[in-house]
């Protein structure tokens, strides 16, 4: 049976997809995205242009392929259009799901509003309005793609839904846009969009049916997931590999190959348990070494130890393949290096991820550091020390350690 391939976070994002799906995505045909919205983000830099990218899937630096955002995504229009812009002639090679639902002007608003309310508990979010509308969605008041067909009708729907919620609104302090606005807005969006709606589904079908290459791209990271991940400290999608079914409408048994990317050490952005962040000298040296500072929100990175519980969570989660190991290099010259082996949990060690990672302490095994390994693209080249931290993370986390990159360069990665 023909299957798409699947790449997957395994940490809490921003584990260096970018690089991989950019480079795998050289090789496929289609490439689609199946889950958040413009909260994810990066930037590739090809023929000395700079891109960034937070909707449109990778594989639009390829001519050859066609990119899809699925159904499961949540499409800020206006960011949509500003990115779009970035490309000639995008006809034929993007198309947008008619079933994926719209961040609308006001859920920005909400998204903050919430934030402001929950004080010390923020989870921080990005700001972006991606919970709102994932929760306008399942609470069966959100507005698809689709919709934008009938402007009239959506408009219609919207002031009803604004004029009901005017009280609650109000007393959060969210803004909401005028009547005269927002018709404007829903025309601009409709005009730009309308000549990319497709049921992507159908074509997704066709596209495996027919064995073309397919790459489903993940975004954010498994521990963020709604289910999975450290609740309420996550973003509001599926992030993890069954959310490529739910998100693009492909069926478990089309899913091939998943590869899961984790980086070498471990960061997180926003609040909520992380239990191997070093808040000393060297998860500053990490950060700094490792230019850890978010791409959407421009925020330092919290940074610390590559968390093995987490990732064998995460790979049993997504069913993986093979692990991505990522920004190896940002460990040259560290003396000495760590693994989170096991979490002490209520007076124990436990090798497992519990129900809450509050409070959580790290066990860590010490390992040897290394010199360099930054530019190595062949695996035997690597020093000693370097190979025994990889084989380490391969037996934790059980998954084969397939792929490591040693620099932001295409050409210094490792394919075993
Ligand atoms: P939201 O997705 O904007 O609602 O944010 C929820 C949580 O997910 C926050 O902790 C964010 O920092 C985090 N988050 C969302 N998108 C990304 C991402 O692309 N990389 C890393 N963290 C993210």
Not at 21 to 38: L, P
Not at 39 to 47: L, M, P, Q, S
Not at 107 to 115: G, K, T, W
Not at 395 to 415: K, L
Request: hydrophobic fraction near 35%; charged fraction near 25%; aromatic fraction near 8%.
């Amino acid at each position: 049976m023909n299957q798409a391939d699947l790449i997957v976070g395994l940490q809490w994002g921003d584990e260096g997809k970018g690089k991989i799906v950019d480079m795998m995505a050289q090789s496929y045909e289609v490439v689609a995205r199946f889950a958040g919205g413009h909260n994810a983000g990066h930037t590739i830099v090809t023929g000395g242009k700079k891109y960034a990218l937070h909707l449109i899937p990778s594989g639009i630096l390829n001519p050859e392929a066609v990119n899809i955002i699925g159904n499961g995504v949540v499409v800020c229009p206006e960011n949509l259009m500003k990115e779009m812009s970035q490309f000639e002639n995008l006809q034929g090679r993007l198309w947008l799901s008619d079933k994926a639902h719209l961040i609308l002007p006001y859920h920005q608003s909400i998204d903050r509003a919430r934030e402001r309310m929950r004080g010390a508990k923020a989870i921080g979010t990005t700001g972006r309005g991606i919970g709102p509308a994932y929760a306008d969605k399942i609470a069966r008041l959100g507005h698809r793609v689709g919709e934008l067909k009938d402007v009239e009708k959506l408009f219609e729907k919207i002031m009803v839904y604004l004029e009901q919620n005017a009280p609650i609104f109000s007393a959060m302090g969210v803004e909401v846009p005028d009547a005269r606005t927002l018709k404007a807005d829903l025309i601009r969006y409709r005009d730009a969009l309308l000549p990319y709606m497709a049921d992507t589904t159908q074509m997704l079908w066709r596209d495996v049916a027919e064995g073309k290459k397919v790459l489903l791209e993940g975004a954010q990271g498994t521990m963020l997931d709604i289910d999975h991940g450290t609740y309420p400290y996550v973003t509001s999608s599926s992030t993890v590999a069954g959310g490529a079914c739910t998100g693009t409408g492909l069926s478990p048994r089309q899913i091939g190959k998943v590869t899961g990317i984790a980086k070498a050490y471990c960061t997180r952005v926003g609040n909520g348990p992380f239990p191997s962040e070093d808040f000393g000298e060297e998860g500053e040296r990490l950060r700094q070494q490792g230019h850890e500072f978010g791409t959407t929100t421009g925020r330092p990175r919290r940074c610390g130890w590559f968390d093995a519980v987490a990732i064998r969570h995460a790979c049993a989660l997504n069913g993986c393949d093979q692990i991505a190991l990522m920004k190896l290099d940002v460990l040259d010259g560290f003396k000495e290096i760590r693994i989170c082996v096991g979490y002490r949990y209520e007076g124990e060690v436990i090798d497992y991820v519990p129900y809450d990672l509050e409070g959580v302490e790290p066990v860590y095994e010490t390992f040897p550091g290394w010199q360099k390994v930054e530019g190595i693209a062949d695996y035997d080249a690597l020093p000693d020390s370097a190979k025994a931290y990889i084989e380490t993370i391969e037996r934790v986390s059980g998954v084969r350690v397939g792929i490591i990159s040693t620099s932001p360069d295409r050409e210094d990665t490792i394919i075993r």
